[in-house]
């Protein structure tokens, strides 16, 4: 067998149709997908949110709920959470150890891998969503999508990705909308047989490009063998997609239509740029493109993103999280950290009003949303909330906070990590440096 | 006391201060761990963290002292944290003096700096750097001869902790950045490589100006006298989606007393649901000509570039757009788009104030060809249309002599029968020749031999001299930002590229060329960061006059400074000061400069009351390094430290804690007194003594770059009020320089630099032209090469094409 053929049937397990074709389609048609997908969504802002004292004057323009009795208040900044309030649970008190003591801001890169920064030469590990990829991709026609306000990959520290490879590899994160729904819903040219042809082309093509680069490799030194065992990387894992295309050739993708979503907006836009990323990462998951979707809305440094809070009239980020002790600045930050929920609250609420086997299709998505700064600098307490995947037996309605009222006592964020990948069954003797799950949050 | 961190921002990575080469701080004596470091541990740690007890199982006595590899580089981290925030010692133990504890977080720090610095090390050698994101669009641009958008899918390049995009430590490969060159590739060779039958040629011609909509006319469009703002259009009704397309626009101007010329754009296509006019055909040109001798101007582009949407029936067809561009910043402009908003119904007269651009005829061709096939297409297919019997053997010599172009060097007989194996595989899938020669040639589009930069050197050999045909690419990535033309690669042939003298003529050659334009913008843009202008937004509210249609003019300022220093061998001390700046109409206005009319950049002369002259007072810097409501002086003075004197600090430690904002008076104080307060926490003192001195002299310029003398300042609102009030302070632009220094303004600090620091600006512009030119961050092992270097840019007088012919001869440019 060479090694083409390989690659092939190894991509070839388990295909099944997408999801929800099935679920418009016939009762055997459903019957064969007993077996409900298991969702997960990451999204990251920097430089911290909102987080007054207790006491403070503007407490209630604070990220984190207002604890009353027994219970709980959401202030101004999760309003918009209220009627989901059984699908949302608010986590304080986690923070990766490997970032606490690292530069100001700079933790953006491990929210998702909790890898230790070991100075200039830091190498980041694999992040969560793309173990989650790695056991579910083959189910679904692409295997993650990762997304990016700014686009790319950025550099160590101030990465513009989430998503990391096995080897530690930033995955570049895509960031114009109309390039997204093309990839997972144009139709490109041509016709199956055309398209056959092109990738039977295209897998010789990769397959002899990997042989004569070996012959290359063999004359470069260590320093560029390094880097060119990226551009090899890569080669392997573009066969893999082009094998992976070839047998969803006869699968048409699922037609979606090119005014649901408004790709034209621009970044320029923030509210509306977001909405539509949302709507993409809505429309991949409804149609069972993918189940795995990671978005950097926003990221330390980043040209474009950075300018979103701006463009609201409030001040970069940077300046909200440095002017948030000034007067007027926790409203401030405050009226950006309520943007970002509002934002958040459309598409949890689009998950939870579409329809999924017994329940809505939140219940089969575990989302996460947060950053990794409290307050300026301090690189703990994790202002997070956590939504949906409650048939993954996760329960709601709750705000936790896990830290022992210090700072350094917060739990590893691998523990969250860990829970969720072990609640997708990815998991089940921890992630990274996780010291045991998070029993509170599941039933 | 919590303390106000007003934090810079910039990499973490240029924590790894290069301070190592500069020259005022080499000399400087670092304490050493055995005469001073360890005697001040025993004192003050030794008692609970040392031999007998190992409070929360930390011993400091015996640390590793291995900063690059060692066990204990996190607890040397930890302590110097602790050092920072004055946590340790504990309240109630004896406290080192500020002078101990500056000894320590001075040795700890400098420490880690090294050891980033060697961990980072390629000896000298760089690694394998693959072409930027610009290089890959021009390179594919000149490779194909078809000028099309090839990098649009690519993920944005980053820029290294020294601030380039063309660094190949820190540029990255992905499967799917591997899968859009694949794409590109194929689209550009589907468009390169023709079939069949010439395309059906369009051509549309008006004198009369039409109506973008067909609903209703344009209220103040349809005259041919187009004020700025206005536009000319030309409309076809049947027309294709790609191809080449021709602009000739026959026009006069009509330039009232004390203007400048209109400047002229012509851009092509429509998107109606976002009214988004396509992207601009040519370059714009300033218009002269009379109406006894009207100009006759030409423009050429594609139309795969064009947006040509035309979904709405209010929009038919596909438009042209002849637009007067010229702008002095007034509000002229916003008078005529008020105009178009308001939708008069009636025609008014252009606006006589301001020049005109009257268009007498436009005419548009798409799809004309000089011969058929096109050049691009017997560029690569060297029979045109006809496919000799031995298609195998035409197919290997069409690789070999495309192959020469793409690997930028004769590729071996291995290299060519590679591809050609996987033409033979696949041509009997296609029915057509020239399907399967697409395929073999977007296999050599994504091999690495094309997108990287190769020069292969062998594990453990050590250095080399470079291959005449690696020398071409170098230089030519260098200047051009694309692949070596044909002269350089036949210089590369018979090796004459090699000598010295060669070289030198050849830097004069390519910097004569239009390509060169690349090279001053890329440079310019990277070394001086203006991209910060895309990053700052200025605040209406602040500054309600500014006009945001300024920014770009700020940006070209710099740009055309720099080309102006380098054409007329001006010497580089302009960069610190300077007697002239450049300027057009809409800049020298915002500047309140009179004399300049027009949109054209020129050398304009500085008098004192203008305050101007010199990087550090040009608009781009300043208004890139402010928050877009007021000054941000430390920016400004890490900008100083890392762009003009290569010696950036380090970065805040983590956790340092934020400026008590309760202080008593914090927010009526002026900048410099908050910052002073920020200055007495010894944590923040150490550094930002060293800092703040830089910024604190440039106050007088607000966050637009305008000369002040007072600032705004926020006033704490009281329990009861509703809203914070503002009020103004004095400015305060005076500071002591780290030497003792007194610098009071911006003036000052430029004679400061120019007699205090015009060394170690000069090496540090030799860095970061070195930088720019190898394609990677200087290393230790570079020093002698740069001190060499700096040497002969001072002997040349600073000249810069000098430095230019210096860097290309040296041994540092020629080795690997």
């Not at chain 1, 990462?281 to 990671?294: E, G, K, N």
């Not at chain 1, 926790?330 to 958040?344: A, D, S, T, Y």
């Not at chain 1, 909330?385 to 709750?398: E, I, L, P, T, Y």
């Not at chain 2, 890139?624 to 400004?636: A, L, M, V």
Request: charge should be negative.
């Amino acid at each position: 067998m060479n090694r083409r053929t390989f690659l092939r049937s190894a991509t070839g397990v388990a295909m099944s149709l997408p999801f929800l074709d099935c679920m418009r389609g016939t009762a055997t048609c459903a019957a064969a997908s007993k077996e409900l997908p298991k969702r997960l969504c990451s999204i990251f802002f920097p430089y911290g949110a909102s987080v007054p004292g207790d006491d403070h004057d503007d407490r209630d323009w604070g990220w984190f709920p207002v604890i009353e009795g027994d219970s709980f208040r959401y202030t101004k900044v999760m309003e918009a959470f209220n009627p989901l309030r059984e699908h949302i649970s608010v986590i304080g008190g986690l923070s990766h150890p490997t970032g606490r003591g690292i530069g100001g801001h700079d933790t953006g890169d491990i929210f998702l891998t909790g890898a230790s920064f070991g100075g200039a030469n830091f190498k980041n590990t694999v992040s969560m969503d793309q173990l989650a990829a790695e056991k579910y991709g083959d189910l679904t026609r692409f295997s993650s999508l990762v997304l990016s306000s700014d686009g790319g990959i950025g550099m160590p520290t101030r990465s513009k990705t989430l998503s990391f490879t096995q080897s530690g590899q930033p995955i570049p994160g895509l960031d114009k909308p109309q390039q997204i729904f093309d990839r997972l819903f144009g139709d490109g040219t041509g016709t199956v047989e055309e398209n056959r042809r092109r990738l039977g082309t295209e897998s010789s093509m990769l397959d002899m490009v990997m042989d004569q680069s070996q012959s290359l490799r063999k004359k470069l030194g260590k320093q560029d063998r390094e880097k060119y065992d990226e551009y090899l990387t890569s080669v392997r894992d573009i066969e893999q997609r082009v094998a992976r295309s070839q047998e969803w050739l006869d699968i048409p993708k699922p037609k979606v239509e090119e005014g649901s979503v408004d790709l034209a907006v621009s970044t320029d836009a923030p509210i509306e740029y977001i909405n539509t990323m949302y709507d993409l990462m809505y429309l991949a998951f409804q149609t069972d493109s993918t189940r795995i979707a990671t978005y950097m809305l926003s990221a330390m440094n980043g040209n474009v993103s950075n300018q979103f809070s701006k463009a609201l009239g409030l001040g970069s980020q940077h300046e909200l999280a440095h002017g948030a002790g000034k007067p007027g600045g926790f409203p401030r930050q405050g009226e950006w950290n309520q943007c970002l929920i509002n934002g958040l609250a459309g598409f949890l609420n689009k998950m939870a009003v579409t329809p999924e086997g017994d329940g809505c299709m939140l219940d089969n998505t575990m989302v996460l949303m947060g950053t990794s700064n409290s307050r300026t600098h301090n690189n703990h307490n994790y202002p997070l909330v956590f939504a949906g995947g409650s048939n993954m037996g996760f329960k709601h309605g709750q705000y936790h906070i896990f830290n022992e009222g210090d700072d350094d006592k917060d739990k590893p964020m691998s523990n969250l990590l860990f829970t969720m990948l072990n609640r997708m069954d990815v998991l089940d003797d921890g992630f990274n440096d996780s010291t045991g799950d998070l029993s509170e949050l599941q039933v | 006391m919590r303390l106000l961190i007003l934090r810079p921002i910039y990499p973490l990575a240029a924590t790894v201060a290069l301070f190592l080469w500069s020259g005022q701080l080499a000399n400087a004596r670092t304490p050493t761990y055995e005469n001073e470091v360890a005697p001040l541990l025993n004192k003050y740690c030794v008692d609970c963290h040392g031999p007998d007890k190992q409070k929360n199982d930390v011993r400091v006595d015996n640390l590793d002292l291995d900063f690059v590899g060692g066990r204990d580089r996190e607890t040397w981290h930890d302590i110097l944290d602790l050092l920072h925030l004055g946590d340790m010692p504990p309240e109630d133990e004896a406290q080192p003096s500020d002078e101990e504890r500056q000894i320590l977080v001075e040795w700890i720090t400098e420490e880690m700096t090294e050891a980033a610095e060697i961990r980072r090390s390629t000896n000298g050698l760089g690694v394998l750097r693959r072409m930027t994101r610009y290089e890959y669009n021009n390179t594919m641009s000149d490779l194909l001869g078809v000028e099309l958008d090839y990098a649009t899918n690519l993920p944005p390049e980053t820029a290294s902790h020294d601030g380039f995009q063309n660094n190949g430590s820190v540029m990255g490969m992905s499967s799917m950045q591997l899968e859009y060159y694949l794409k590109a590739a194929q689209y550009g060779l589907s468009v390169a490589l023709v079939d069949g039958e010439q395309p059906k040629r369009y051509e549309a011609f008006t004198t009369t100006n039409a109506t973008r909509r067909a609903d209703r006319p344009d209220p103040v469009t349809n005259t041919s006298k187009i004020q700025p703002g206005n536009s000319f259009w030309l409309r076809m009704m049947d027309y294709p989606t790609t191809g080449p397309v021709t602009v000739k626009v026959k026009a006069h101007a009509v330039i009232p007393e004390g203007k400048g010329p209109p400047r002229m754009r012509v851009r092509v296509g429509l998107r109606p649901d976002t009214y988004v006019t396509g992207g601009s055909v040519g370059e714009d040109i300033d218009v002269w000509a009379t109406e006894d001798e009207p100009g006759l101007f030409e423009f050429n582009g594609r139309l795969e570039h064009y947006p040509m949407l035309s979904v709405t029936p209010n929009f038919p067809g596909f438009l042209v757009n002849v637009h007067n561009i010229y702008d002095d910043g007034g509000e002229a402009m916003d008078i005529f788009r008020l105009r178009i908003n308001e939708q008069y119904r009636e025609l008014n007269d252009p606006d006589p104030e301001q020049p005109w651009l009257v268009v007498e005829s436009v005419s548009l061709v798409v799809n004309e060809f000089e011969a058929w096939p096109p050049k691009h297409h017997t560029d690569i297919l060297y029979k045109g249309l006809e496919i000799p019997k031995n298609e195998t053997a035409y197919a290997k010599e069409v690789l070999k002599r495309f192959m020469t172009k793409a690997y930028r060097r004769p590729p071996t007989k291995g290299e060519v029968n590679d591809i050609l194996s996987f033409y033979k595989e696949v041509r009997p899938v296609y029915p057509e020749f020239i399907d399967a020669m697409r395929q073999a040639l977007s296999m050599v589009l994504i091999s690495p031999q094309f997108l990287y930069l190769v020069e292969p050197l062998e594990e453990g050999k050590g250095t080399r001299k470079l291959t005449g045909y690696e020398v071409a690419s170098r230089l030519s990535y260098f200047l051009w930002s694309t692949m070596p033309d044909e002269e350089l690669l036949s210089l590369a042939k018979n090796k004459k590229i090699l000598r010295a003298s060669v070289l030198r003529k050849q830097v004069q050659r390519m910097l004569q060329a239009p390509k060169a334009k690349r090279f001053i913008e890329q440079f310019t843009d990277q070394w001086l960061d203006l991209q910060a202008l895309e990053r700052v937004a200025v605040n209406p509210q602040f500054y309600p006059d500014f006009n945001e249609r300024v920014v770009p003019a700020m940006r070209e300022e710099s740009q055309a400074f720099f080309s102006e220093i380098l054409y007329n061998d001006l010497s580089a001390l302009n960069f610190l000061d300077s007697d002239f700046t450049m300027l057009n109409e809409i800049l020298a206005n915002h500047y309140g400069i009179e004399g300049v009319s027009g949109n054209a950049m020129r050398p304009v002369p500085l008098l004192p009351e203008h305050r101007r002259g010199g990087l550090i007072t040009q608009a781009s810097m300043l208004v890139g390094n402010s928050t877009g409501e007021d000054s941000h002086p430390i920016d400004r003075a890490v900008w100083i430290l890392e762009r003009l004197l290569d010696d950036p600090p380090s970065p805040p430690p983590a956790n340092v804690p934020s400026l008590d904002p309760e202080t008593p008076g914090f927010a009526q104080m002026t900048l410099k007194q908050q910052l002073e307060i920020h200055r007495m926490d010894p944590a923040c003192g150490d550094c930002h003594k060293n800092i703040d001195p830089w910024g604190i002299p440039l106050e007088n310029f607000d966050a637009v770059g305008l000369f002040r003398s007072e600032a705004v300042r926020l006033v704490a609102k009281k329990k009861g009020q509703a809203r914070n009030k503002q009020e103004l302070a004095a400015v305060d632009a005076s500071d002591m320089m780290a030497d003792g220094h007194e610098v009071n303004g911006a003036e000052e600090l430029k004679a400061y630099l120019l007699s205090e620091k015009t060394d170690q600006f000069s090496e540090a512009l030799v860095r970061k032209l070195s930088t720019y030119a190898l394609g990677r961050s200087l290393e230790f092992t570079d020093r002698d090469a740069v001190e060499r270097l700096t040497k002969e840019f001072k002997k040349d007088d600073y000249r810069l094409d000098d430095l230019i012919e210096s860097i290309v001869t040296s041994k540092l440019f020629l080795t690997r």
